[in-house]
């Protein structure tokens, strides 16, 4: 079961968060359904960039974004169609397109998924604790990037023989960045670290790393953003 439970001192000082750095939280169903998004701010995007460190970027966590990379709008869902001639078989195969999400992956679905409802319910607290974000990738890239736009500090962790562009950008985003040993393959270390800074520091907040409001969004979001 989802934790709904709440802590309502920490909804009113992360309210006072949000507020001062004015952000504004899409709701899921602004997410499936870009539509329904304020004019207001979709006339805020018309002056932001794709990658942009921007809180208006969280209502292009959609997969309907306008396939541009500066002051795009929203539209119909954004896929390819591979034909019988490249796959060798009969029926079609629709792809979906993660590239014109902020970051280029649709991780950050799942990172927001984890983050909002902490938000709206005070089980996170930005000004108190760091979100942890382990992955060999796109999941960590995500959670750095949606946090950076929540105003919440941040640690990524992940394998030392990824990218160097890949640490490069979340030296510019994250809080803190931690390589662990080894590659892709190497998952046991980046949770060793999890659990190191658990039992070490105060500061992360590691249910970040075990919630599952990622499902519930990613459950949400596959069933209904076609």
């Known amino acids: 079961m989802i934790d709904l439970s709440k802590n309502e001192a920490k909804i009113q000082q992360n309210a006072k968060h949000c507020r001062e750095r004015k952000i504004k939280l899409p709701t899921f169903g602004q ?44 539209g119909g869902v954004n896929y390819i169609v591979i034909p019988p001639e490249l796959s060798g078989v009969k029926a079609k195969i629709i792809a979906l397109v993660g590239k014109w999400f902020p970051t280029g992956a649709h ?38 990037y949606v946090s950076s736009l929540l105003g919440c500090d941040s640690i990524a962790i992940l394998p030392e023989n990824m990218s160097r562009e890949r640490f490069e950008w979340l030296e510019k985003v994250a809080g803190e960045v931690i390589a662990t040993p080894g590659c892709e393959s190497n998952v046991k270390e980046i949770f060793d670290k999890c659990w190191e800074l658990k039992n070490t520091r105060k500061d992360p907040d590691l249910q970040s790393v075990r919630r599952i409001w990622k499902s519930a969004l990613a459950l949400y979001g596959n069933r209904q953003s076609c």
């Open 107 to 144: 991780k950050v679905g799942a990172t927001y998924g984890c983050l909002a409802p902490a938000l709206t319910t005070g089980q996170f607290c930005p000004g108190e604790t760091k979100a942890v974000w382990p992955s060999t990738g796109n999941y960590c890239r995500g959670g750095a």
């Open 31 to 74: 997410m499936q359904n870009p539509e329904t998004i304020p004019e207001e701010i979709k006339d805020e995007l018309k002056n932001v960039g794709l990658w942009e460190t921007h809180p208006a970027n969280l209502f292009r966590i959609s997969w309907k974004n306008e396939p541009v990379s500066e002051g795009g709008g929203f």
